[in-house]
């Protein structure tokens, strides 16, 4: 196991480049699966989750090769495989996007149900409802989704929740379905529309994504393309987080300013000072940080996936805060850890009350899921002393060499095998 270890109270000074995009890689690698070529995938972020892809699509029949640590080469021509029911599908989340990409090529697909982080109910029902308004005949047997449609057609499909999963997976089997997919309620995300551009570059026919309903005419080839993922917000939006708390000031560079406007507004909030350009922004903190309220919502609101790191940053701010979780029923699960730190956190179903101004003190904690380990990164750099956070398996799942990126910031954050 291996763990990191802060010793906080140091203030973060300088510059760090952002990777691409972990949402919008997880699903245009499976995407790769039903190109008839070769696709080269640039500014991929160097995570355990893209390696554990990188493994499915290789034992599926793919030849994947790095050039680099960012950059990968897939030739999918001859995959002749459509079960996936490798250790690999079962430790990551997105690998259920590989029964969309399957069944789009194949017209059959047998994927394991897939695991990554646990921190609640996550159902895959409006994936396979859209599956089966297509024509799919979708059930689960001894931990396999099982999916068959030798002729899959278009058809309008409603989503009952907004799904970014779901509408990625029906967008993936559409574009190779006969006539034409309506997906209405669909997510409006920016790795919806990334993976809708990725597969538009091969040839799809994709119209509306980034809007609430997207239309796909079926077509009948796709072709391998070169493409470059768009930068992470969520990574962008932790060290802005991690700025604001150590009262430092930092610039993130690679990024998409618009993406992260949900966060800049609250920081603004909070008394933080903002300045953006094209591809950047500088977060310089306040003497003071003040309290505010936060709802996550589906994009363009604020999202579910920097909830724990704002609660963290809650916890050293002046005055009461709260944050409504409207995406994820059971998110709070890792508040105990937090608690840990000297964070001052009642939580009653989805409403999470904190007391800022807490006095935090380092100590030995867990990360129980990528986020979650994120949040205790950035608490564990602003309290007194020393905070050791084990299972750094999950924050690696989401973040690459995030102890490096924090040295250079001028943290003192070290890695160790226990």
């Keep these: 196991m291996e763990q990191l270890i802060i010793e906080g109270e140091h203030p973060l000074y300088g510059e760090v480049n952002i990777n691409g995009a972990k949402n919008a890689a997880v699903a245009i690698i499976p995407a790769a699966v039903m190109a008839n070529g070769k696709c080269i995938i640039d500014n991929l972020p160097g995570i355990e989750d893209i390696s554990k892809l990188v493994d499915i699509l290789t034992k599926l029949g793919a030849k994947c090769s790095f050039d680099g640590i960012h950059r990968l080469i897939i030739d999918s021509s001859k995959i002749d495989k459509y079960k996936a029911y490798y250790d690999s599908v079962r430790e990551i989340r997105a690998s259920y996007y590989l029964l969309g990409s399957l069944l789009g090529r194949f017209g059959r697909a047998e994927v394991a149900l897939p695991g990554g982080c646990n921190f609640g109910d996550r159902p895959i029902d409006q994936h396979i409802k859209g599956f089966e308004a297509m024509g799919a005949e979708v059930y689960i047997e001894h931990g396999m989704v099982k999916a068959y449609a030798p002729n899959l057609k278009g058809a309008t499909i409603y989503l009952d929740v907004v799904s970014v999963g779901a509408t990625i997976n029906i967008m993936l089997a559409a574009v190779l379905a006969k006539g034409v997919t309506t997906i209405e309620n669909a997510a409006k995300e920016p790795h919806v529309v990334d993976t809708a551009n990725f597969l538009n570059m091969m040839g799809a026919k ?17 072709e391998g393309v070169n493409y470059t993922i768009i930068p992470d917000q969520i990574e962008a939006g932790t060290y802005m987080i991690a700025g604001a708390i150590t009262g ?144 750094a398996k999950f924050i690696d799942r989401g973040y690459e060499k995030i102890e490096d990126k924090l040295s250079s910031l001028g943290a003192k954050i070290i890695r160790v095998k226990k």
Excluded at 206 to 222: E, H
Aim: hydrophobic content about 40%; glycine content about 10%; some cysteine.
């Design 206 to 222: 994709i119209k509306g994504a980034g809007t609430d309903v997207i239309r796909i005419v079926g077509v009948s080839n796709l």
């Design 248 to 391: 430092g000031d930092i610039k993130i560079n690679n990024i998409i300013p618009k993406h992260m406007e949900p966060l800049t507004a609250k920081l603004l909030e909070m008394n933080c000072k903002i300045t953006e350009g094209d591809d950047y922004i500088r977060v310089i903190a306040p003497k003071e940080l003040q309290s505010t309220n936060v709802k996550t919502m589906v994009y363009p609101g604020f999202p579910t996936d920097l909830q724990p790191q704002m609660t963290a940053l809650m916890c050293a701010s002046n005055g009461t805060s709260v944050i409504t979780e409207n995406v994820w029923e059971s998110r709070f699960q890792y508040v105990n850890e937090l608690k840990r730190l000297g964070g001052n956190i009642n939580v009653e179903g989805r409403v999470a009350v904190i007391e800022g101004k807490a006095k935090l003190t380092g100590a030995e904690v867990k990360a129980t899921d990528l986020r979650a380990g994120a949040a205790l990164v950035i608490l564990g750099l602003a309290a007194q002393g020393k905070t050791i956070i084990n299972n």
